[in-house]
């Protein structure tokens, strides 16, 4: 049951955090995709989103697999 709404963009929202001291931001990143996958689609009218440092990361691996791919092609 969840103790708290917050709000942002006037929707409702849950936050889940979790401490991930001594673990890279990949493997975090990776296993929250994992639960969620595990937890499978959500009901309607609801979604799901992974904020943080996770989305700049993405976009920096994302660019650098493109431009080694480009350089070396």
Known sequence: MVAEYDRYNMDRMVTVTANIENTYLGTAATQVANALKELGAPPAK?????????????????ALRAGLLTRFS
């Open 46 to 62: 609801v979604s799901v989103a992974i904020r943080g440092q996770v989305e700049p990361l993405t976009s920096l691996l994302t």
